[in-house]
């Protein structure tokens, strides 16, 4: 494949992202796909979603797990909701995720990605222990699959996220990049975070947002590519710099405004497009 091929979200059915005609008219060649709910996880799905794909000329690069119930509505909802931290949700989802890696092979994509949550900074936190656990656990079921996990990034400073991963220790075990998450949640800026994680990078997301006024305690904005604080010459040129030449999937969270995303998705192709040309 051509280096950094545009790519954008789609879903098999959780109605987030685009649908798989508009991916296609907007001529890019590959996408992430969001995770199917638990009812549409046969082999029949998987087997007619990849015959869509291939019919409208687009590569998976990765399947995106999620989960029932995860909510982020703020910060303090996300830490309590989301990924693989929470104790209550922790074994049933950890038995989905790896349902999802089993729906994701017979699609015939080798990428998870995933938020694990808030992974706690302090390692004799017993959760900390509990999570590294549980992640080994999901590295071991992909590596039978031949498939790699990546961690989004964006709930833990790059240092943070360097540790844990150090300290689960499975060689497929990698990090989706992705910058605006940096400042959504104030976890550091983000170019800095890429120079320091980039060696770990298998894919990454492009997508945009401005800094809150108190970082870390209340949301940033999430804006269209281009408009935020990311800056997005200085992140591809970052990416070249560091040698990551895989796919570039803008991601745009308005799923509520479909109207929009779709315009906002078209202008940041055209925006990557011209950017490939000066710099890639
Ligand atoms: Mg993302």
């Given amino acids: 494949m051509e280096k950094w091929p545009i790519g954008v979200f789609t879903s098999v059915d959780a109605g987030l992202g685009v649908s798989l005609d508009f991916a296609q ?7 992430q796909v969001h995770t199917p709910h638990k009812g549409s996880r046969s082999p029949e799905s998987a087997k007619a979603f990849r015959a869509l794909c291939e019919q409208a000329g687009l590569t998976v690069t990765a399947f995106f797990g999620g989960f029932e119930g995860e909510s982020y509505a703020d910060i303090p909802t996300v830490k309590n909701t989301v990924g693989l931290v929470p104790p209550d949700t922790r074994a049933e989802r950890l038995i989905e995720i790896k349902e999802i890696a089993d729906f994701s092979k017979l699609v015939g994509v080798n990428v998870l990605g995933l938020h694990l949550g808030f992974i706690p900074h302090d390692e004799s936190d017993p959760l900390f222990g509990e999570i590294l656990t549980a992640t080994r656990s999901l590295c071991d079921h992909c590596r039978v699959n031949s498939q790699n996990v990546h961690l989004e990034t964006g709930q833990e400073s790059a240092e943070d996220l360097l540790h844990f991963i150090g300290a689960v220790g499975a060689d497929n075990l990698f990090i989706n990049f992705d910058p605006a998450n940096m400042i959504l ?18 894919s990454v997301h492009c997508k945009d947002a401005k800094w809150a006024a108190r970082p870390g305690e209340e949301w940033g904005e ?42 906002d998705i078209e202008a940041s192709v055209k925006l ?9």
Avoid: F, M
């Fill in 222 to 263: 999430e804006v269209p590519l281009g408009e935020g604080d990311v800056n997005i010459e200085k992140y591809l040129r970052t990416l070249d710099e560091i040698g990551y030449d895989g796919p570039l999937t803008i991601e745009r969270e308005i799923a509520h405004d479909p109207q929009r995303q779709q315009a």
């Fill in 272 to 280: 990557l497009n011209s950017l490939k040309n000066t710099i890639g």
């Fill in 25 to 31: 008219q907007t001529g890019v060649p590959t996408v």
């Fill in 185 to 202: 949640y104030g976890c550091g800026e983000p170019i800095e975070a890429l120079k320091k994680v980039g060696h770990l990078v298998r």
